[in-house]
C-alpha cells in the first residue's frame, strides 16, 4: 500500500512537489520525491505509484464552493490552530480558479475518481481503501512535532540565519519520524540536502519536495490512527482539511487498531 502525498502548485506554470511513502512493516518508508508540473504529468505520477488500496492526500484546497471570502473548514482550524500560526490561507473560487474559474484541485479530484479514488477525508485506521483527502503540513507539523509555533522555514524575509535555522529544525524533527508511531524511513537522500547552499529555485524545488514528504506522512498517520489521532475541518460538501490533531483534542476511548 502506497501513501502519495501532494504539495500542489495552485498554477500549473509552478512546480507541484510529489512523494511516495509505501507500508512497510508497521510504518512507512519514502521511495520517491519528484518535482511535477502540468495535470497529466500528476496523474501519470499517481498512476505509477497507485496501489488498489491507496491514499492519496493534497496540499491545495479540493472543494471550494465559494466565489469569496474562505471556507468554513479555514475558520474552523484557524480556531484551533491560530494559536500557533498554523492557519490557512483563505480559499475562494477568486483565488484558487484560473482565468476560466477552473479550479485546479477540483480537476484532480474529478479525475482520481475516474480512477476509484473517493473523496473523503473520515478515514478509518487501517481501511485498505483508494481515497483522496486534502491536508495542510502546518497543523500537521505543530501536532506531529509538537511545536509551539509553526517553523518558518517558508520565510524568505526573516533573513538567511534564521531561515537556515528553521530548516535544521524541520530536518531534525523528520529524522525523528523513524522513531515516530508510526515509523517513515527512507529520507536521508532528501535530508542530506544542504540547505545553507541553496536559493531561490532550488531552494523552493526541496521546500516542495518535503512538504510533500509530509503530506504522505499525514496519509499514513491517519491510516494507522484514524479518528483517535486526526481532525477533520469543514465538510465535504464546502471544503474539509484533514489533519492530525493536538493530543489535547485526542477523543477519549479511541484508540488505534
Given amino acids: 500500500m502506497n501513501f502519495i502525498g501532494l504539495d500542489l502548485a ?3 506554470r509552478n512546480a507541484t512537489g510529489g512523494a511516495v511513502a509505501q507500508l512497510d512493516g508497521p510504518g512507512g518508508r519514502v521511495t520517491d520525491t519528484s518535482l ?7 496523474l501519470a505520477f499517481i498512476d505509477r505509484f497507485a496501489d488498489p488500496a491507496c491514499t492519496v492526500a493534497i496540499d491545495a484546497p479540493l472543494r471550494v464552493p465559494n466565489a469569496s471570502g474562505s471556507r468554513v473548514a479555514e475558520r474552523e482550524l484557524a480556531r484551533v490552530f491560530g494559536r500557533f500560526h498554523a492557519g490557512a490561507h483563505p480559499a475562494n473560487r477568486a483565488l484558487v480558479g484560473d482565468a476560466s474559474g477552473s479550479v485546479r484541485g477540483e480537476r484532480l479530484v474529478a479525475a482520481l475518481e ?15 481503501v483508494r481515497r483522496v483527502v486534502e491536508v495542510f503540513p502546518h497543523p500537521a507539523m505543530v501536532s506531529l512535532f509538537g511545536l509551539t509555533r509553526t517553523l518558518k522555514y517558508k520565510n524568505k524575509g526573516q533573513g538567511r540565519d534564521a531561515l537556515v535555522s528553521a530548516w535544521a529544525a524541520l530536518h531534525a524533527h523528520l529524522r525523528a519520524l523513524d522513531g515516530a508511531d508510526p515509523p517513515l524511513s527512507g529520507l536521508d537522500a532528501l535530508l542530506e540536502t544542504d540547505v545553507t ?3 531561490g529555485r532550488a531552494l523552493k524545488a526541496h521546500e516542495d519536495q518535503v512538504d510533500a514528504v509530509v503530506c504522505a506522512y499525514v496519509a499514513l498517520y491517519a491510516w494507522r490512527w484514524g479518528p483517535a489521532r486526526t481532525e477533520v475541518f469543514g465538510t465535504l460538501e464546502g471544503g474539509a482539511i484533514l ?15
Avoid: K, M, Q
Fill in 36 to 42: 511535477l508540473g502540468d495535470d497529466a504529468e500528476i
Fill in 10 to 12: 495552485w498554477s500549473v
Fill in 243 to 257: 489533519t492530525p490533531t493536538l493530543p489535547e483534542r485526542w477523543p477519549t476511548g479511541l484508540t488505534a487498531p
Fill in 114 to 128: 475516474e480512477r476509484g479514488f473517493v473523496h473523503d477525508p473520515l478515514l478509518v485506521a487501517g481501511d485498505a
Fill in 197 to 199: 547552499v541553496l536559493r
